[in-house]
C-alpha cells in the first residue's frame, strides 16, 4: 500500500465510521430494529465501496462534509447485502467480521427488516443531498437502482444461486461476478464522477474501471477462501469447495487464477489511463486489492 493511499484510508474510513451509526440514531423506528442496523453497520469492514466513492471525487475536486453522506448511502447498501447473504435461506453464516451475524442476534425476521431499512434509507439519504442538484440526485438514484437490482448485484446473487453444484464456464462466471460483485463498485466510482461533475466520456471509462476492479476483488476474494487466514478474515474459509461452488481457482487453477488477477489489474488501470483526471489513489486501489490479505 502506498503511503498516500494509506493516509487516505486512515483519515476518510475514520470519518465514516464515526458518521455510519449517527446517521441511523436519528431515525423514528423501533429501536430494536435501530439496534440490528447499528450492530452490522459497526461490524467494521474495510468500508472500499464509499473510500472509492471518496477516492473518486477527489479525482475532480476536494472532499467536501456532505459527499461522506453519499460515501455512507454506498456502505449502507453493501451492509444490508451482507446481512442478507448471512441468513440460513442464503449462505447461512454464523460469523461475519469476527462476530455473530445479524440473524444469529436479532432473529431471522428483524435481520431482514434491518437489511430492508438500511437499503431504503440509502436512498433517502441521496435524496437529502443538500450540495447535489436535482439532476445529479436522479443520476445517483438510477445508477444505485440499476447497479443494486436485478441487473446488478441481485440479479449477480441470483444467478449465483442457481450456479451452484453446477460447473460453470468462465463466461458464466464472470456474468455472475460482473454482477454480484462489480456493480456495487462501479455505483462506487461513477458516483464520484457524477457528484465530481466529472465529463461523460470518463463516466463512461471509470465504470469500466470497476468492472475490471470488481473482478480482480472477486478473483482475490476465491484465492483467499483457499489460501486465506480465518483468524484475518474474520470467516470461515474452505465455504466455496464445500458449496461445490464454480470459482476462478477450480476454473482456472490457482496459478491460472492469479495471471487472470493481475490480467484484470491491468485491465483497470488501462481504463484509468484513458480519463482527462487520472487518479493514483484509484490506481494505488487496484493493487492494494491485489495483495490485500481479507
Known amino acids: ?13 475514520d470519518e465514516i465510521d464515526h458518521r455510519l451509526p449517527a446517521y441511523i440514531m436519528d431515525l423514528e423506528c423501533p429501536q430494536k430494529l435501530k439496534e440490528a442496523m447499528i450492530y452490522s453497520l459497526k461490524a467494521g469492514g474495510k468500508r472500499i ?31 444490508y447485502s451482507l446481512i442478507h447473504d448471512d441468513l440460513p435461506a442464503m449462505d447461512d453464516d454464523d460469523y461475519r467480521r469476527g462476530q455473530w451475524t445479524n440473524h444469529k442476534v436479532y432473529g431471522e ?10 437499503l431504503t434509507n440509502a436512498f433517502a439519504m441521496i435524496g437529502s443531498l443538500s450540495q447535489a442538484d436535482d439532476i445529479q440526485k436522479v ?12 441487473e446488478g448485484m441481485v440479479g449477480g446473487q441470483a444467478a449465483d444461486l442457481e450456479g451452484e453444484n453446477k460447473l460453470l464456464s468462465q463466461n458464466e ?4 461476478h460482473y454482477r454480484k460483485t462489480a456493480a456495487l463498485l462501479q455505483f462506487s466510482i461513477a458516483a464520484g464522477g457524477i457528484l465530481g461533475r466529472a465529463p461523460e466520456q470518463d463516466l463512461k471509462q471509470l465504470r469500466l ?3 475490471e476492479m470488481g473482478l480482480v476483488f472477486q478473483i482475490r476474494d476465491d484465492i483467499l477462501d483457499i489460501e486465506g487466514d480465518e483468524a484475518e478474515m474474520g470467516k470461515a474459509t474452505g465455504r466455496d469447495e464445500g458449496k461445490n461452488k464454480s470459482t476462478y481457482p477450480s ?17 483497470a488501470k488501462a481504463s484509468l489511463q484513458s480519463t482527462s483526471a487520472y487518479s493514483a489513489l484509484l490506481s494505488a486501489f487496484v493493487d492494494y486489492t491485489v495483495t490485500r490479505l481479507h
Open 1 to 13: 500500500m502506498t503511503p498516500e493511499l494509506e493516509s487516505f484510508i486512515n483519515t476518510h474510513k
Open 49 to 79: 465501496r464509499p473510500l472509492l466513492m471518496l477516492a473518486s471525487i477527489s479525482s475532480y475536486r476536494q472532499i467536501e462534509a456532505e459527499d461522506y453522506k453519499a460515501a455512507c448511502s454506498i456502505e449502507m447498501v453493501h451492509t
Open 109 to 118: 425476521a428483524f435481520a431482514v427488516l434491518a437489511g430492508d431499512a438500511l
Open 139 to 150: 443520476k445517483l438514484m438510477n445508477e444505485l437502482s440499476k447497479d443494486a437490482g436485478a
Open 173 to 176: 462466471l464472470e456474468y455472475i
Open 209 to 211: 474501471f470497476a468492472q
Open 251 to 267: 476454473l482456472l487453477t490457482m496459478e491460472g487464477a492469479k495471471d487472470k488477477l493481475y490480467h484484470h489489474a491491468q485491465q
